[in-house]
T-cell receptor, first 113, second 115 residues
Framework: DVKVTQSSRYLVKRTGEKVFLECVQD?????MFWYRQDPGLGLRLIYF???????EKGDIPEGYSVSREKKERFSLILESASTNQTSMYLC????????????FGPGTRLTVT | AQKVTQAQTEISVVEKEDVTLDCVYE???????LFWYKQPPSGELVFLIR??????QNEISGRYSWNFQKSTSSFNFTITASQVVDSAVYFC????????????FGKGTKLTVNP
């Protein structure tokens, strides 16, 4: 069965902390994605990776960075967390090509206080 | 520009009612793919259907059906005889062929089915 897992369902961090959100997929997908979801704004793409060590900025990359050292793992990094980064973070993966659906993880609800 | 509009922010129905979720998209590409996802209260988006721009046949899967009309740039989703378990946020998404494999999502429609 297809599986995307995220390291935490809920996370509480303090302003200024460095935060790591981990995502692992077991489907051998080339593409991996990080989104944030906020009420009224839908899903917004933060970063996209189409291969190991390859990345592309999404719509809202400011304040975030990513790392993809292995095909199955894609990490989202908040270098210095701020309260406006309180959100639901969703990871997804897919095969390359626009006709493939993305598979999503369960999400991490991050609260920055 | 690529854009997906789901004009209905929230819909509330009573169980067994039929309900249609609207999706209107914009793209200049002639080849593209459209998707519907369901996000139940647990939070994980679940893929429901994919449709390519050359296939305008309607699709039915159990109580779910999809109506794709290129002439109106719409890809609407109907749930027949709704059930409480259908309560979720539903997202429509577009992936244009000329794009970089990034989905363009609508803002979602929250459906509440009351017993």
């Amino acid at each position: 069965d297809v599986k995307v897992t995220q390291s935490s369902r809920y996370l509480v961090k303090r302003t200024g902390e460095k935060v790591f959100l981990e995502c692992v997929q077991d489907m051998d997908h080339e593409n991996m994605f990080w989104y944030r979801q906020d009420p009224g704004l839908g899903l917004r793409l933060i970063y996209f990776s189409y291969d190991v060590k390859m990345k592309e900025k999404g719509d809202i990359p400011e304040g975030y960075s990513v790392s993809r050292e292995k095909k199955e793992r894609f990490s989202l990094i908040l270098e210095s967390a701020s309260t406006n980064q309180t959100s639901m973070y969703l990871c997804a993966s897919s095969f390359p090509g626009t006709d493939y659906e993305q598979y999503f993880g369960p999400g991490t609800r991050l609260t920055v206080t | 520009a690529q854009k997906v509009t789901q004009a209905q922010t929230e819909i509330s129905v009573v169980e067994k009612e039929d309900v249609t979720l609207d999706c209107v998209y914009e793209t200049r590409d002639t080849t593209y793919y459209l998707f519907w996802y369901k996000q139940p209260p647990s939070g994980e988006l679940v893929f429901l259907i994919r449709r390519n721009s050359f296939d305008e046949q309607n699709e039915i899967s159990g109580r779910y059906s999809w109506n794709f009309q290129k002439s109106t740039s719409s890809f609407n989703f109907t749930i027949t005889a709704s059930q409480v378990v259908d309560s979720a946020v539903y997202f429509c998404a577009l992936n244009p062929q000329g794009g970089s494999e990034k989905l363009v999502f609508g803002k979602g429609t929250k459906l509440t089915v009351n017993p």
